[in-house]
Nanobody, 121 residues
Framework: VQLQASGGGLVQAGGSLRLSCAAS????????WGWFRQAPGKEREFVAA????????DYADSVKGRLTISRDNAKNTMALQMNNLRPEDTAVYYC???????????????WGQGTQVTVSS
């Protein structure tokens, strides 16, 4: 079972990036997906989560209105569209899967390796 995150990079403040997460080894259509991030010297924090159906979504207050989570169960993938990026969004972004939608890292059973997002001012 493997989750592979991609799409990170360097962007100027106000710019956009689209992160993707692809699952292999099993079907995650009945799992909730989540995005987390970890900046240097800080703990990993919740960014967004989406239920298995896509009907229920949660966002951290700091990203509401700027980041959009989505999923494609047919392709076993998830995405995070990131608009109007800020320097404080700089972090390694991780995708994860859990049996139920949650904001706590301990609730997630499967994790991707992370992709670096750097936003310059």
């Amino acid at each position: 079972v493997q989750l592979q995150a991609s799409g990170g990079g360097l962007v100027q403040a106000g710019g956009s990036l689209r992160l993707s997460c692809a699952a292999s080894g099993r079907t995650f259509s009945r799992y909730a997906w989540g995005w987390f991030r970890q900046a240097p010297g800080k703990e990993r924090e919740f960014v967004a989560a989406i239920s298995w159906s896509g009907a229920d979504i949660d966002y951290a207050d700091s990203v509401k209105g700027r980041l959009t989570i989505s999923r494609d169960n047919a392709k076993n993938t998830m995405a995070l569209q990131m608009n109007n990026l800020r320097p404080e969004d700089t972090a390694v972004y991780y995708c994860a899967a859990a049996s139920l939608r949650a904001v706590a890292t301990k609730s997630y059973d499967y994790w991707g390796q992370g992709t670096q997002v750097t936003v310059s001012s």
